[in-house]
């Protein structure tokens, strides 16, 4: 050993910054559990509202489809061969061919229509018609059943004999 520089090798460390690293890594573990938290919760939120909004785009486009459907019945089948009002319908559209679609009231306004299931979603669509003295009002409503609860999307449109 040098005589200039004491020997330290049997000294007492100072004990004022003993536990300064432990609470470092306490703190540092709260703050990514905390991240951690916070990015799991956001993909959550994002994934449920991808998922209404999905539903919502496909119940908008089930409505737009049946409202032309009834257009397409009215122009091949005539005006009158629309249901009087006071019911709720189903428009059986299977066949390619218009001429061979026809109207089921089969259920009232409160039960449920017809089913459809679009990738896992099950869709329940009916028609609502009022008849009027020279015009009947269709509403086309499309509900669904998600982790918010029942929702709904709806449309309607005025349709008349032309005369």
Not at 54 to 83: C, F, H, M, W
Request: include cysteine; charge should be positive; hydrophobic fraction near 35%.
């Amino acid at each position: 050993m040098s005589k200039n520089k004491p020997d330290t090798r049997y000294q007492i460390p100072d004990t004022k910054f003993l536990g300064q690293s432990l609470i470092e890594v306490v703190i540092a573990m709260a703050v990514i559990v905390g991240l951690a938290v916070a990015l799991v919760t956001t993909t959550l939120v994002v994934q449920k509202a991808s998922r209404t909004a999905k539903n919502n785009t496909q119940a908008t486009k089930l409505v737009q489809q049946n409202i032309e459907q009834v257009r397409v019945y009215r122009d091949r089948k005539g005006y009158a061969s629309i249901p009087d009002g006071g019911s709720c319908y189903t428009l059986s559209s299977g066949d390619p061919d218009p001429l061979s679609w026809f109207f089921s009231a089969s259920f009232d306004c409160s039960g449920s229509g017809q089913q459809i299931t679009l990738g896992k979603t099950n869709f329940d669509r009916k028609i609502k018609i009022e008849t009027d003295a020279s015009t009947k009002k269709v509403t086309v409503t499309v509900s669904w059943t998600d982790s918010g609860g029942t929702q709904s999307v709806s449309n309607q449109t005025i349709l008349s004999s032309g005369l």
